[in-house]
């Protein structure tokens, strides 16, 4: 079974800091998925990035970028110099190869302070 | 760009009447996902359509059904609401089953 664990229930950050959101996953597939979505107050979903299992290469994006590690099952979300904005909901997600349902961590809570 | 448009945005019902939700994917693309994010949780699969068909069933309570129309719209009706089901119902929709582009979702609270 597939399942995607975010250990970290709730980050406050004071703007400018740099900060890390941890994604651990499980998934028997050798071809997989993972997602991050932003959900921000107003309640929308908002997609970040997909990643699949044959490439590692890190993805940097602006001030967001990710760390794809297979050897340890990780995708991890780091946020340089954040900002009040970036206050939110982040979920990491799974999807498999074939039909694509998405599996969802239980998401982080990200505040940033002023 | 056009984007996926879910309808209404906010809804109220009373326990045991029924809802009907409606998603408007993004033009050209072949799947539609409909999932329920209770408050506080995360979003919960119920049930996916790929071109028209349904693919995939989540955990989606025998009270509600789905459908997609041959224009490609589609709809989630619920009938017997409980308070339970007050949760942001999402929909999505995805180019060839790769990343999942979501609505703006539907607010239901069950009085």
């Known amino acids: 079974a597939q399942k995607v664990t975010q250990a970290q229930t709730e980050i406050s950050v004071v703007e400018k800091e740099d900060v890390t959101l941890d994604c651990v996953y499980e998934?028997?597939?050798?071809?997989?998925?993972l997602f991050w979505y932003k959900q921000p107050p107003s309640g929308e979903l908002v997609f970040l990035i997909r990643r699949n299992s044959f490439d590692e290469q890190n993805e940097i994006s602006g001030r967001y970028s990710w760390n794809f590690q297979k050897s340890t099952s990780s995708f991890n979300f780091t946020i340089t110099a954040s900002q009040v904005v970036d206050s939110a909901v982040y979920f990491c997600?799974?999807?498999?190869?074939?039909?694509?349902?998405?599996?969802f961590g239980k998401g982080t809570r990200l505040s940033v302070i002023a | 760009a056009a984007g996926v448009i879910q309808s209404p945005r906010h809804l109220i019902k009373e326990k045991r009447e029924t809802a009907t939700l409606k998603c408007y994917p993004i033009?050209?693309?072949?799947?539609v996902y409909w999932y329920q994010q209770g408050p506080g949780q995360d979003p919960q699969f119920l049930i996916s359509f790929y071109e028209k068909m349904q693919s995939d069933k989540g955990s989606i309570p025998d009270r509600f059904s789905a459908q997609q129309f041959s224009d490609y719209h589609s709809e989630l009706n619920m009938s017997s609401l409980e308070l339970g089901d007050s949760a942001l119902y999402f929909c999505a929709s995805s180019p060839r089953r790769t990343e999942a582009f979501f609505g703006q979702g539907t607010r239901l609270t069950v009085v």
């Open positions: 997600a799974l999807s498999d190869s074939g039909n694509t349902p998405l599996v």
């Open positions: 998934t028997r597939d050798t071809t997989y998925y």
């Open positions: 033009p050209r693309h072949d799947t």
